[in-house]
């Protein structure tokens, strides 16, 4: 083809695919990897996205939870046999297997205690000789579980890399469904919000859409920060290379890596921060179940249908084929 008509040709896709990019065979082909990387990593999403909005609030509930301080007596300070003898009147009936005094005298004492055999850790305020409660809380045990799916799937480092590389499907996905969500430059101000009345049809495409759009950008910074948690090398050396001056305190790039990490926890702003990250973290919980509604209703339902109207031709072709040999 000579060049001026492949020109013309790339010329026309685009201008197709910005009038009209339902006509447009890229935008087809894009369904089709999106629907099926969707279906694939739905049930990863899913876990992901109510994992990560349970573990927003992980470093606040160790300070919530946790005692840090306690009131210190000017003055006043204690021997390892003094703490020993006051771990022992606070918890008469456990025995004490160690104390461990913190550097500073407004922190709470560590104590290790036996009770017929099964070990407890709790801290223990030796001014007032008073039991604080456990030092790793049930609720924080949950926390750091759900903590170890979310980072690495409870698999170590060979998890971690499985998230890498759901990381980098879910990037194609995200892209993707940006490329798909346009609907041509005369409609796309009315593909901003969900219009249609609940029991159409096209609801759930719109709410699929207006979701997957507004959180994009989130979804983006989520899956290149996964891939970065688990190849981390790769960017290292690239901001290594780029940087002249070994004596600085950032390298070139990283500080943009820095926020993107930032964004991904949402350790930034104040509670009301986290609150809307454990909202906005459970919108591709939203993406994976209708998309999965639409697969099913479009799809499935009517491969279902075309199935059974087949079973009944063939019974009824078998039925007339009987009363013929009668």
């Not at 001026?4 to 990019?21: F, G, I, N, Q, V």
């Not at 194609?172 to 469904?177: E, K």
């Not at 430059?185 to 507004?214: M, T």
Request: glycine residues 8%; positive net charge; hydrophobic residues 50%.
């Amino acid at each position: 083809m000579p060049v001026r008509d492949a020109k013309t040709a790339s010329d026309s896709t685009w201008h197709r695919w910005l009038s009209a990019p339902q006509k447009v065979g890229l935008r087809r082909a894009l369904f089709q990897v999106h629907l099926w990387i969707g279906i694939a990593l739905g049930v990863y999403i899913v876990m992901i996205s109510i994992t990560g909005s349970a573990v927003v609030f992980r470093r606040e509930l160790n300070l919530w939870l946790v005692p840090r301080t306690v009131a210190a007596t000017p003055g006043v300070s204690f021997t390892h046999d003094e703490l020993l003898a006051a771990a022992q009147r606070i918890y008469p009936r456990q025995e004490v297997k160690t104390v461990t005094a913190p550097r500073r005298a407004d922190r709470p004492v560590h104590v290790a205690l036996d009770l017929d055999g099964r070990l407890t850790e709790r801290l223990f305020d030796p001014y007032a000789e008073k039991d604080l409660g456990l030092e790793f809380p049930p609720l924080l045990r949950a926390e750091e579980w759900l903590v170890e799916l979310h980072d690495d799937l409870l698999a170590g480092p060979q998890g971690r890399l499985v998230n890498g590389v759901a990381g980098m499907l879910t990037l194609v996905l995200a892209l993707s469904g940006a490329v798909i969500w346009w609907p041509g430059r005369h409609r796309w101000r009315e593909s901003l919000f969900v219009s249609a009345p609940i029991n159409s049809r096209k609801f759930l495409w719109q709410l699929h859409s207006c979701v997957g759009l507004w959180v994009f950008v989130l979804l983006f910074v989520w899956s290149i920060t996964a891939v970065y948690f688990a190849f981390p090398e790769p960017v290292e050396a690239l901001f290594d290379y780029l940087d002249p001056d070994a004596t600085g305190s950032l390298r070139p790039g990283e500080p943009v890596l820095l926020a993107l990490i930032q964004m991904h926890f949402g350790r930034f702003g104040g509670l009301g921060v986290r609150w809307l990250w454990v909202f906005l973290g459970l919108l591709p919980v939203v993406l994976f179940a209708t998309g999965f509604a639409l697969w099913w209703t479009r799809v499935v339902r009517r491969w279902l249908a075309s199935a059974a109207r087949r079973r009944q031709a063939n019974a009824s072709r078998a039925s007339v084929v009987a009363d013929g040999g009668e």
